[in-house]
């Protein structure tokens, strides 16, 4: 039997606060260590106590759940007019099933941001977070952190983003300049600003670009 994925934004809740909880301590130190960009050991306890409240930020955030079990997060983070920051966290259990494809069509569907742009950060080695960001039509841009690959994406009307995501799915792995890749923007390589809600920490200067987006899919 198909489960039945229930997603619905956050709001300022005791609730949904115990619900993002329960969500980080299902989830492995190695995802957490890469959803954060962590050089070290993540405890799910400890990164929900130092990044609890970066979680739950977002314009929107989103949970995922299924039975009522939280199973994914989506932060979805403005911080200039038209631009933000995506960082997508996916229960272990419930990786490379669809949960992060699911969080972001909504946040497309919901029609609430075309012309934005959109950017995300992965680690080097995170082929799975890359393939997710590739299928939604994001396009690497320049990196200025070693082991780092940074994506942008500028979001089209939800009509022409379903035709971005087919033609990415179907061509991730061609580097030619195809449909998608014409749609997707680069980012301003001299962008400054905090990352706390995609990385967990501050960076500043033109090493400062946008969120980690986690292996789950």
């Known amino acids: 039997m198909t489960a039945v994925i229930e997603i ?3 709001g300022d809740h005791p609730a949904d606060r115990g619900r993002v909880a329960a969500l980080v301590a299902a989830c492995s130190p190695e995802s957490l260590r890469l959803r954060f960009l962590m050089g070290g050991p993540a405890v799910p306890a400890e990164v929900f106590r130092r990044y609890g409240r970066f979680l739950l930020a977002g314009t929107p955030a989103l949970l995922a759940s299924r ?3 939280p199973v994914g997060l989506l932060n979805f983070v403005a911080e200039n007019p038209g631009e933000a920051e995506i960082g997508i966290l996916v229960a272990d259990p419930w990786q490379r099933q669809g949960i992060g494809s699911a969080l972001t069509r909504w946040l497309w569907a919901s029609g609430r941001w075309p012309g934005w742009t959109v950017r995300a950060t992965v680690r080097a080695d995170n082929a799975g977070a890359e ?3 590739l299928r939604q039509g994001f396009r690497p841009v320049p990196s200025y952190e070693r082991g780092e690959r ?3 994406l500028v979001v089209p009307d939800w009509a022409t983003m379903t035709d971005v995501m087919k ?3 179907d061509d991730a792995d061609t580097p030619r300049a195809d449909g998608a890749e014409r749609r997707a923007a680069g980012a301003d390589p001299r962008r400054r600003g905090d990352r706390h809600a995609g990385r967990g920490r501050a960076r500043r200067g033109a090493a400062g670009l946008p969120a980690a987006l986690l292996p789950g899919r």
């Open 131 to 133: 393939a997710l960001l």
């Open 67 to 69: 039975d009522g079990v």
């Open 150 to 152: 940074d994506f942008a």
């Open 8 to 10: 619905r934004e956050l």
């Open 167 to 169: 033609e990415a799915a």
